[in-house]
């Protein structure tokens, strides 16, 4: 079973350059979520979606941006990277209403 | 403001010995509550949730919590701790929008044999 798989796990970006962070689940869930990691601040919720086609902002949404295009999908994108966004990325994924999240083993970004 | 509060930011506890890791939150409406924990490089795992009812919760692992609905609090432990219980431990709330959570700082556990 593979769950939430996350693509790439490590990745070095300059600033200013733009790339795309996968996440995929099996499990067919109806919500995923991006997070993202830093020391000292626990995990901080960047966007999230409800099903397929549908987005929303969290706590830390500026400089990213997400589509869920396919339910099982769901793409955060950084369009100009800045060194603020190095981070851990997590992806999580749930049915509604039930609160257990299944997380991803997250991708690691170094920003330049 | 909805938060939670883990306020140590590392917990050490010798291997046998019982450990407590605290979590305490500021929300409104009634939470639900979970533990995750986090090994090296790997995503979070849950661990455990309350719901409603007892208020003593038993999870994966040994671990326990015990909600106070009166501290707002959330704490969790284990009766006798292991050198493979150390990890990143996470206290989280989700509102009943269910739609998202809100994470504490978390706490780092070591274990020493």
Redesign the interface.
């Known amino acids: 079973n593979a769950g939430?798989t996350q693509t790439p796990k490590f990745r070095v970006l300059k600033t200013g350059q733009s790339m795309t962070l996968l996440c995929a689940q099996d499990m067919n869930h109806e919500?995923m979520?991006w997070?993202r990691q830093d020391p000292?601040?626990?995990?901080?919720?960047i966007h999230?979606s409800?099903g397929e086609g549908t987005t929303?902002k969290?706590e830390v949404p500026d400089g990213y941006n997400v589509s869920r295009l396919k339910k099982q999908n769901f793409l955060l994108g950084l369009e100009s990277a800045a060194p603020s966004q190095t981070s851990v990325y997590?992806c999580?994924s749930s049915f509604?209403?039930?609160?257990?999240?299944t997380?991803?083993?997250?991708t690691r970004l170094t920003v330049v | 403001a909805q938060s939670?509060a883990?306020p140590e930011?590392q917990v050490n506890v010798a291997e046998g010995n019982p450990l407590t890791v605290k979590c305490t939150y500021s929300v409104s409406g009634n939470p639900?509550l979970?533990w995750?924990v986090q090994y090296p490089?790997?995503?979070?795992?849950?661990l455990l949730?309350y719901?409603t009812g007892d208020n003593l919760v038993k999870g994966s692992y040994g671990f326990e919590a015990e909600f106070n609905k009166s501290q707002t609090s959330f704490h969790l432990k284990k009766p006798s701790a292991l050198v493979s219980d150390s990890a990143l431990y996470?206290c989280a709330v989700?509102l009943n929008n269910?739609?998202?959570?809100y994470?504490?700082?978390?706490t780092k556990l070591n274990v020493k044999p």
């Open positions: 939430v919500y979520y997070y000292g601040m626990g995990l901080r919720l999230y409800v929303a969290g997590f999580a509604p209403g039930t609160g257990g999240y997380f991803g083993s997250g | 939670v883990q930011d639900y979970f995750y490089n790997r995503g979070l795992q849950f949730k719901i996470f989700l269910f739609n998202k959570f994470f504490g700082s978390g």
